[in-house]
Nanobody, 114 residues
Framework: QVQLVESGGGLVQPGGSLRLSCAAS????????IGWYRQAPGKQRSVVAH????????RYTDSVKGRFTISRDNAKNTVYLQMNTLKPEDTAVYYC???????WGQGTQVTVSS
């Protein structure tokens, strides 16, 4: 069974940057669309960005366009989420997910606060 390992979360000030990583073990991302999702306290889990691992075609939710970048490294079988100009409303647990599957990462906490 494929497992996703997320890392890179932490505490940053507004305007700061953070890079999240999602690495697959036991399988690879070939032929898959990988999504980053987030869930803040009292809110529903929502999609942040998607990347087609083979074509690198990306999509973003409007609130992060121009600030976040999703990318992948084929050799490392890893998907990244570069988050710039972070805002307090970006505070959430961030998860990676293989679309059309039940596979999720464990989540990594991102806190944006002064």
């Amino acid at each position: 069974q494929v497992q996703l390992v997320e890392s890179g979360g932490g505490l940053v000030q507004p305007g700061g940057s953070l890079r999240l990583s999602c690495a697959a073990s036991g399988s690879n991302f070939r032929g898959a669309v990988i999504g980053w999702y987030r869930q803040a306290p009292g809110k529903q889990r929502s999609v942040v960005a998607h990347i087609d691992f083979d074509t690198a075609i990306t999509r973003y939710t409007d609130s992060v366009k121009g600030r976040f970048t999703i990318s992948r490294d084929n050799a490392k079988n890893t998907v990244y989420l570069q988050m710039n100009t972070l805002k307090p409303e970006d505070t959430a647990v961030y998860y990676c997910h293989i679309e059309n599957s039940s596979t999720w990462g464990q989540g990594t906490q991102v806190t944006v606060s002064s």
